[in-house]
């Protein structure tokens, strides 16, 4: 693992240079470490793919100390006898899969060359990793997608997603939590609040996802709005 | 409680603290203050706390009317402060009584004024902070928008104290962009290195709390597929057209273009001021060296105090 300075109060860890599910539940264990023994010191802790960006208080410590600590503690973590465990939460989802909600989902089941239930089947079968937060408060990017089923983001991104919106971008997904701009291709949308100000965010680096196909009568009983 | 009620709250207006910590792997902006020079030396006329949040007014033309006694303190960019009309000068406390009406003008030189009250402006808090990111939409998070009601945490009573004048910034003097090579710096060839450094750039019109968008001779981008990383406060970032993005308080908590280095908070606050069409440098520096600046700079904050005849001292 490699301890390197970002800026005048940043340390970024990486763990890897590829998208490797593996490796989440390994940078949240060492995220936990940090903030167990260096939480005095630490301002945030950022997980995202292979890489671990740990902030610090320039009032408090300064470089050389807070990186000899932040390396002890990633080595003891790095002990094969830590007791890593790799299942994370498991949230489920429920999304209304159609194409007054998902204005790609169309175009995404004729790019695979399914029918649009075989699209939902591909997408709805997976139990997805949350890799990194990040874009907008309570984004989560997750993956990763049925490769027959992984699209492109669009060359124009939409200047309006409405919030809860499905989306695929590559071999990635997400829901939206709030409006936004995005050049996901929309598939469908969640009925469920991803943010709120009171409880934050529903999703965290490491959960696991599933995405449970409901009706329209379901999507609306349960809040969705069209 | 004594409050100041905005008027006209000029083309933005914000609450800035510190910003939001132990949040942004939620996907949450920092937020925060954009200029620490400025927004430090407008709590410490007013011996607040550290933290005390400001009204960040960016470009002037800001009006607001006093509805009790307050002791308010404005620094940063060069504008008129006026209270009822009559001019008074920035870099001070003033005494508000109430009925009195604040303005300020459009700003000369610098973006970005603090309007500090004795105790610091009090209102909800989020994540442990009053600031407030526009981009985010969060209800009560926004802008500070026409008759919105600041409340202060004390009512008046501070000496009239002035900011030495040496410590008064020019926000037009050149400015050099002290950089830490960090995250995909390796990656840039040495002609980019090269040209990022001796080649001038201007801060573009595309500016923001957010970022600011530099514009010059494209650098050449590293031809690597990056996953998206941590990002931290000043990181360069240069998209395929090689124009170099300064990422300030505002900014998205990760990303996935190669970032060339980081520019030292202390130089981010100095960019904060600087408008479109400004020219300004990069130059390589020493983590060392700007850490301990930095260092020294929030120690004399920490460290300094008032005499009774209004001289700052190291306690």
């Known amino acids: ?226 | 409680m004594t409050t100041l009620r905005v008027t006209k709250p000029g083309l933005r207006a914000t609450l800035q603290d510190e910003g939001r910590q132990h949040s942004q792997h939620l996907g949450l902006a920092p937020g925060g203050v954009a200029d620490l020079h400025a927004w430090h030396w407008a709590n410490k006329l007013l011996d607040n706390p550290p933290h005390g949040a400001c009204v960040e007014v960016l470009l002037g033309q800001f009006e607001a009317i006093a509805e009790g006694s307050l002791s308010i303190a404005v620094t940063g960019a060069s504008t008129q402060a006026c209270i009822n009309g009559e001019a008074v000068g920035n870099w001070q406390t003033h005494h508000l009584s109430k009925g009195d009406r604040l303005t300020l003008t459009e700003t000369k030189s610098g973006l970005i004024n603090y309007i500090a009250v004795s105790g610091g402006w009090q209102g909800d808090t989020f994540c442990n902070s009053r600031s407030m990111t526009p981009r985010e939409g969060l209800a009560g998070f926004t802008v500070i928008g026409e008759d919105t009601t600041l409340t202060a945490a004390r009512e008046a009573g501070h000496p009239k104290r002035f900011v030495p004048a040496h410590f008064i910034p020019d926000y037009t003097s050149p400015l050099v962009l002290r950089v830490v090579p960090s995250y995909q710096y390796h990656c840039f060839d040495n002609a980019a290195k090269a040209a990022f450094t001796q080649q001038l750039y201007a801060v573009s019109d595309r500016i923001d709390r957010m970022g600011y968008r530099l514009s010059g001779p494209a650098l050449d981008v590293p031809n690597i597929q990056l996953l998206s990383e941590g990002i931290a406060l000043g990181a360069v970032q240069v998209p395929a057209d090689g124009q170099p993005i300064v990422l300030l308080n505002d900014r998205q908590t990760i990303g996935g273009y190669p970032k060339i280095g980081t520019v030292a908070a202390l130089d981010c606050s100095k960019l904060s001021q600087r408008g479109p069409g400004t020219d300004v440098r990069f130059a390589f520096a020493d983590l060392a060296d700007i850490q301990g600046e930095r260092m020294i700079f929030e120690a004399f904050f920490a460290q300094t105090g008032w005499t009774d005849d209004g001289k700052l001292i190291w306690r």
């Not at chain 1, 989440?24 to 630490?42: D, F, K």
């Not at chain 1, 175009?107 to 997408?123: C, D, F, M, P």
């Not at chain 1, 919106?165 to 409006?179: E, F, H, K, L």
């Open chain 1, 1 to 226: 693992m490699i301890v390197e300075a970002v800026g005048e109060n940043g340390l970024l860890i990486r763990f890897g240079e590829e998208m490797d599910e593996a490796l989440t539940p390994y940078i949240l264990h060492v995220r936990n470490a940090i903030a167990a023994q260096l939480g005095h010191w630490v301002t945030d802790l950022i997980p995202a793919y292979t890489t671990l960006l740990c902030l610090y208080d320039v009032r408090k410590v300064d470089f050389r100390r807070m990186r000899n600590a932040v390396q002890a503690v990633v080595n003891e973590a790095a002990d094969p006898a830590s007791d890593i465990d790799g299942t994370g939460r498991l949230v489920e989802l429920p999304v209304y899969y159609a194409a007054e909600v998902g204005a790609d989902l169309q175009a995404v089941a004729q790019r695979a060359e399914l029918s649009i239930e075989e699209t939902i089947e591909r997408h709805s079968q997976r139990t997805y990793r949350v890799f990194a937060m990040g874009f907008s408060p309570g984004f989560a990017f997750m993956g990763s997608v049925d490769p027959h089923i992984a699209t492109p983001r669009k060359d124009t991104p939409r200047d309006r997603v409405p919030a809860g919106s499905v989306g695929i971008a590559n071999r990635q997904t997400a829901v939206y939590p709030s409006v936004s701009p995005g050049g996901w291709n929309l598939i469908g949308r969640c009925p469920y609040r991803l943010f709120s100000m009171d409880t934050l965010s529903l999703l965290q680096t490491g959960d696991r996802v599933r995405f449970r196909p409901i009706d329209r009568d379901a999507f609306l009983d349960a809040g969705g709005e069209l």
